[in-house]
């Protein structure tokens, strides 16, 4: 086995295509076929499900590119403190529930390195995804929030993936909705407000149970709900639909523009006066890369700037 192989199957992996992961590679195909037939010999298993309508992962595969990743990422953690030179690109991705301080901290981040010398990626995913990317080490870090109502499970689920929460602020609850909407100029907003217009809430897919809502109070029983699968339609909505959705309150002006506010909530007498705790989930044990470490200090950053810490 050679890191050579493993970065190839991780490659076909993400890809989904031998074709694909050959061209990022700079490698003809059939040399990439040969070296993870040799890795599957080599290990007397089968990574890659073959067949016309493409490859998938078999069951030993996806345990394997799990591993895989594990000591790749620490070859690159080693490669980014000691090494010198080299034309092996660096990679570095983060996975967050969508936070515009989140991207905004990404983007401060890699002003610091030469785009050219590493691969970097975030992804703005549902909150299952989050926790899936960071367990197979597609992301080295992932950005979601606990609350009273959901902290138990989500806690059990990190446990079960060898992962592991760290704090970085408590937010109390805001109504965040276009500047124009009828509601715009109340201190306080509450749920008897809000009844006669639209919750958006960012669509989670199969997993839709509660716990992996990304808008607190996501077990209360709305009349009207729009789900959306981006920030850029969450915003379409407050506008043209005076749709709302509850946040932290943590807004980034400019990725998402003036035109949007957040408004104080308070919710009914027989609600849990609940807040958001955000952090970052990494592997449990795991020293952060210095990609890492920068990210993190950016968003700590931020939350200073804006007088949040």
Request: aromatic share 12%; with cysteine; hydrophobic share 35%.
């Amino acid at each position: 086995m050679t890191l050579t192989q493993l970065r190839y199957a991780i490659t076909i992996s993400e890809t989904g295509s031998f074709n694909k992961a050959a061209q990022i590679l700079y490698v003809s195909q059939p040399s990439l076929s040969n070296a993870i037939h040799d890795l599957e010999d080599e290990f007397s298993i089968t990574i890659f499900h073959r067949s016309g309508r493409g490859i998938s992962l078999t069951n030993e595969g996806v345990e394997f590119i799990t591993y895989a990743r594990q000591v790749y990422h620490q070859y690159e953690s080693l490669l980014d403190k000691f090494g010198k030179n080299g034309n092996l690109k660096k990679k570095f991705g983060v996975s967050t529930q969508h936070y515009s301080f989140a991207t905004k901290s990404f983007v401060e981040m890699v002003k610091k390195f030469n785009t050219a010398e590493y691969d970097f990626a975030i992804r703005e995913t549902k909150t299952r995804e989050v926790i899936d990317d960071v367990s197979t080490q597609k992301s080295e870090i992932g950005i979601l929030y606990l609350s009273n109502f959901n902290k138990n499970m989500i806690l059990k689920m990190l446990n079960s993936a060898d992962l592991e929460f760290h704090h970085l602020i408590n937010c109390q609850i805001y109504v965040y909705i276009y500047k124009d909407h009828p509601l715009a100029k109340k201190e306080i907003i509450t749920f008897d407000d809000l009844k006669d217009y639209p919750n958006l809430s960012f669509e989670q897919g199969d997993n839709s149970s509660f716990y992996f809502s990304e808008e607190i109070y996501a077990n209360k029983e709305y009349q009207r709900m729009v789900k959306v699968n981006d920030r850029a339609t969450m915003l379409n909505m407050m506008r043209g639909l005076y749709g709302f959705t509850l946040c932290s309150g943590i807004i980034c002006q400019e990725l998402n523009g003036d035109d949007y506010i957040a408004v104080p909530f308070k919710p009914d007498e027989d609600d849990v006066d609940d807040n958001m705790s955000i952090g970052y989930i990494i592997k449990k044990n795991q020293i952060l890369s210095r990609m890492g470490s920068l990210y993190i200090e950016e968003i700590k950053n931020y939350f200073k700037k804006y007088n949040l810490l």
